[in-house]
Structure formats: structure tokens, C-alpha cells
């Protein structure tokens, strides 16, 4: 009799039978619930399906069910401060601060990894910065002295890091391996007879691959944590670009870019060719656990084969797509770093494009910088891009809109950001500027030549004292044009 008795409440379920159907609804489908009787209130705002809800979301991961006595509530403040992120960084509302080492001289090379930012100076010295802590009194690394090596350090040519090792290449072909947690001493080192052109970490895990003449060697510790050479290959060509690829299970696979020539590296097939074409050399190259994507430049009397991008699966060693159509050489490629089935290029004719690997056309291509673009990385929202004028731009990827820039002197040769924070490192390509030798009795060079890495943090609700632009203090809603937040800190603002 529906007029009298509402269906189901005159039912004596069990709790857990009433909560197993109550866990296949959404947060507003609950909200709703909640207002219908006391006995749904108390079932829909259980503590086991809010917990279910906000790691299904991704929030709080690494989180037991008993940290928080309100699951709803700390959904909800995921939400606010995912927002607040949001909006810092579209106006630009945060700190900035500059990571500097005077005595390095100038800035060689720049790697990070979750906010530990590593820097290669041409003193040969290697410096490392937690961004998360704010306390930039971070370890200068240490490299071993053989014997003889009385003189001057050779100068750092590449670095890496990832969550537990770090690693530097020297001009004299030395290799030093750093662990996160041992101290300043490396724990292993080893010796290319020439220069190195490449240098590789793996993202997870201990693995080391270098590049030096034909030779490319990959060095990983054993089961008793002792370093060896793994892997030694021999090739063609020199090597241009070097990647490892991700969550491989057994041994390392490598690709290597050479000339024009991809190589797929594995222990079982040592010699395998991804992909050649003669008079085609890679300008850029990236891989993600199951994919290879790089640029290849063509010349000019090759009319109907533009410059592309091209995808390979490494399972098959098939090229799944080919991508772009552009008169300017591929510089830049992120496919590893890209939300699921995107990648984000940067180019010499100055635009940086977004595609969709599943079309083989561009989503949007973005006019970005007054020279070619040299680094750049995407997120389900956003881009930022580096060019070689010195100009580190942020984009709205939905609105393809610029939402701000800031400028420095030398090239940027490194974008990384997540959600709440964002490095850059502008990196000058004159390593021996006059006046600022190495055999120069003055340990330092001037501030001009230096080159010079920026930390960002967006998730600060104030400016800090050493902000973006410490003068301005507005809270402008604008809606279109820039909004650098500009309004004067004086009395008289709000007129």
C-alpha cells in the first residue's frame, strides 16, 4: 500500500546489506539520502563509504580509514584546496623563490624529481635543493678523487635524479651515482674513455645508462647491492638522446636515439632498430612504459614528408601514428609526464602542439615564444612551456589561452611541475663567457652569465616577501586579459 507505507524503510535490512547497496552511489546521490530519514543520515555519512569515495577520487592514498574521524569532511577540504590550487596558479598567487650557488659558476644541467631539484655547474661541483621543505641549505655532492686529480674538476656535462639515486656525467667521462639516503659519498662510480653525449635514470628503481662514443652501458646494483655493468652495447652512430624505459620487469630496456637511427635496447635482442630512415635524423625523443614517441626533421627536397612526430609501441615495434605536420624541427616531446592517450611537442616555428594519440591531428597549437620552444609538460588542464628566449609560459590547454609569463635571461632547458609546485631552470648555452674563465682567479661569475632556477609554489595562500610581483596586492576577478594581480598595496586601492 504505497499511500500509507513508503517502500523499502518497512524492510528490517541488515546494516552491512543496506551499506553494500548504498556503496554504488556517487557524493550528491548520498547528500540526498542523507535528508531523506535518520536511518539513511547515518548510513549515507558512514566512514566506509566516504573513505571508498575519496581514494576513488585519488585523494589521501597513502591513508588508512582510521587517520581521519570525517571522511566526508576531509573529501570536502581535498575539493576546497584542489580548487584553491587551481586558482592560484591561473593568477599567478604564490612564492617564487631562486635557486642559486655562486660558487658553481654557471649552471651546466638541471634535473628533479617531487619537488628535490639537482644542478651540474661548470666548477664540477653538484648541488641538490628540497623545494618541499623550504630549506635551501640543501648537500653540495661530493665526487671521488681518483689519484692525480690535483687540478681543477672537470665541469659537469649531464644530472639526474628520481626518488632514491642521483647521478652526474663529467666532460672527462666520469660517472658519479649518489644515494638520497647514504650521505654525500657516492656509492658507485665509473669511467667512459670518452666524452658522454647521453645520460638515462630510471624514474623508479636503480639503473644507469650513459652513452659514450659507440658504446652505450647500463649499470644497475645486484641482489647484494653491489654496482656491475649490466648490459654493453655496441652501435652505429652516436648517440643523441637516451631514455630507460619505465616499469620494466627483469632486465633494463633502453632506447636510444642515434642520428638518424632508434634503437631498441634489450639483453635478449641487443641490436634491434625501432626505426630508420636515412637523411632523417631524431630531434626529440620520450618514452612512457609501452610507447616511444620522437621528432624527425626532413629536408627540404622531401615536400610531401613534413616534419612529424612519430609513435611506436615497444611491445610490437610498430609505428602506431604518425603526428604533425610542421615546417620547424620537433625540439621537444613529453609523452611519459602527458595525461592517458595526449602528448605535448614544442617546436622550432615557435608553437607548441597538443594531439590526441588516438587522431593523428593536432587538439590545439598554441603561438608561444619569440624562438623555438625547448621544453614543455601538460596536465589534464594546463601546459607550461620553455622557450629559447628565455620565456616560461603557462596555458589554459581548454581555453588555449596564455595565463602568464615570466622571463630570464638564458634558454629554459627544464620544466617541472605538479600539482601545487613548478621548477624551471634557464640555462645559459656560453659555458666560458669572457671575463668569467675557469682559470680565473675569482671563484665566482658575474650574476648575468650564471643561469638560474626557479622554485614556484602555488599552494601558499598569501604572497610570500619574495614573491612573483611583491608589490601588487588585489583581489580583481577579471575575466579576460591578464591578471597579474595588479592593484598597488596603498591606502588608496580601493577607491
Given amino acids: 500500500n504505497e499511500i500509507n507505507e513508503v517502500p523499502f524503510f518497512d524492510i528490517q535490512l541488515p546494516y552491512e546489506l543496506a551499506l553494500k547497496i548504498f556503496q554504488y552511489l556517487g557524493k550528491s546521490e548520498l547528500g540526498r539520502c542523507a535528508q531523506v530519514s535518520r536511518t539513511w543520515k547515518i548510513l549515507a555519512e558512514d566512514e566506509v563509504l566516504w573513505y571508498r569515495l575519496c581514494q576513488q577520487e585519488g585523494y589521501l592514498l597513502d591513508t588508512s580509514i582510521s587517520d581521519h574521524s570525517c571522511w566526508k569532511l576531509a573529501l570536502k577540504n581535498c575539493h576546497a584546496r584542489e580548487r584553491t590550487l587551481k586558482t592560484n596558479w591561473k593568477n599567478r598567487i604564490g612564492g617564487v623563490s631562486q635557486l642559486q650557488y655562486e660558487l658553481g659558476k654557471i649552471l651546466c644541467d638541471v634535473h628533479s624529481c617531487d619537488g628535490v631539484v639537482i644542478a651540474?655547474?661548470?666548477?664540477?661541483?653538484?648541488r641538490l635543493w628540497d623545494t618541499r621543505t623550504w630549506d635551501y641549505t640543501?648537500?653540495?655532492?661530493?665526487?671521488?678523487?681518483?689519484?692525480?686529480?690535483?687540478?681543477?674538476?672537470?665541469?659537469?656535462?649531464?644530472v639526474r635524479i628520481n626518488s632514491s639515486l642521483a647521478v652526474a656525467a663529467y666532460e672527462d667521462g666520469t660517472i658519479s651515482v649518489w644515494s638520497l639516503m647514504f650521505g654525500r659519498e657516492p656509492v658507485h662510480r665509473y669511467q667512459h674513455n670518452q666524452r658522454i653525449q647521453a645520460l638515462a635514470l630510471a624514474s623508479e628503481g636503480a639503473t644507469v645508462a650513459t652513452a659514450s662514443g659507440f658504446e652505450v652501458k647500463v649499470e644497475s646494483p645486484n641482489d647484494r647491492g653491489f654496482w656491475q655493468t649490466t648490459e654493453t652495447f655496441e652501435i652505429q652512430k652516436l648517440v643523441n638522446f637516451l631514455n630507460l624505459v619505465p616499469d620494466v620487469t627483469g632486465s633494463p630496456v633502453t632506447v636510444a636515439a642515434a642520428e638518424d637511427i632508434v634503437y631498441l635496447l634489450k639483453a635478449e635482442d641487443p641490436g634491434k632498430i625501432l626505426h630508420s630512415v636515412y637523411g632523417?635524423?631524431?630531434?626529440?625523443l620520450d618514452v612512457s612504459a609501452h610507447e616511444a614517441a620522437f621528432g624527425v626533421k626532413t629536408f627540404g627536397w622531401l615536400l610531401n614528408e613534413p616534419n612529424q612526430i612519430l609513435l611506436y609501441n615497444l611491445e610490437t615495434s610498430q609505428c602506431l601514428k604518425k603526428m604533425g605536420n610542421s615546417l620547424g624541427d620537433f625540439t621537444c616531446v613529453n609523452l611519459q609526464n602527458s595525461p592517458p592517450n595526449m602528448l605535448v611537442t614544442g617546436n622550432k616555428d615557435r608553437r607548441v602542439r597538443v594531439f590526441d594519440l588516438r587522431k593523428s591531428e593536432s587538439l590545439c597549437s598554441l603561438y608561444a615564444h619569440q624562438l623555438g620552444v625547448s621544453a614543455v609538460q601538460m596536465d589534464d588542464w594546463k601546459i607550461v612551456s620553455g622557450g629559447e628566449e628565455g620565456l616560461v609560459c603557462v596555458w589554459d590547454q581548454r581555453m588555449g589561452t596564455k595565463l602568464w609569463e615570466m622571463h630570464a635571461r638564458h634558454p629554459v632547458r627544464h620544466v617541472w611541475f605538479n600539482s601545487h609546485s613548478l621548477i624551471t631552470?634557464?640555462?645559459?648555452?656560453?659555458?666560458?663567457?669572457?671575463?668569467a674563465s675557469i682559470t680565473d682567479d675569482d671563484l665566482t661569475a658575474h650574476r648575468k652569465h650564471r643561469g638560474i632556477i626557479y622554485a614556484y609554489e602555488f599552494s601558499v595562500d598569501q604572497l610570500a616577501v619574495e614573491s612573483v610581483l611583491p608589490i601588487c596586492r588585489s583581489s580583481y576577478d577579471e575575466v579576460t586579459g591578464y591578471n597579474f594581480n595588479i592593484g598597488l598595496a596603498v591606502p588608496y586601492d580601493n577607491i
Fill in 425 to 435: 631552470a634557464n640555462i645559459p648555452d656560453d659555458k666560458t663567457p669572457r671575463g
Fill in 120 to 126: 651540474g655547474y661548470t666548477s664540477g661541483e653538484v
Fill in 280 to 284: 632523417q635524423p631524431v630531434t626529440c
Fill in 138 to 158: 640543501a648537500p653540495i655532492l661530493e665526487p671521488v678523487h681518483g689519484p692525480g686529480d690535483a687540478g681543477p674538476q672537470p665541469r659537469v656535462s649531464f
